[in-house]
């Protein structure tokens, strides 16, 4: 199966997360397929860019999300 999820970046207190698609059993920060876009929970207010054409092709195409990104794809407008 094939999902949507976050993977961290950024140093130690100071995280910074990729929207990735992923085969649902590679690890957090293992090997993915394509990057969606960016999340930095930092930024007041937190800052998320997203491409919102490859996430709704990747939906179509069966994709599931996480509860996060979920939340992350609506307040993007999708």
Partial sequence: ???IRLRRLGAHKRPFY???VVD???K???P???VLGTYDPLKEPSEIKVNLEKARLWL???AQT???TKKLLK???L
Wanted: a positive charge; hydrophobic letters at 40%.
């Fill in 1 to 3: 199966m094939v999902k």
């Fill in 18 to 20: 990729r929207m990735v």
């Fill in 24 to 26: 649902s059993r590679a």
């Fill in 28 to 30: 957090r920060d293992g």
């Fill in 32 to 34: 993915f397929i394509e």
């Fill in 60 to 62: 179509q195409k069966g």
């Fill in 66 to 68: 996480t509860d996060v």
């Fill in 75 to 77: 307040k993007a407008g």
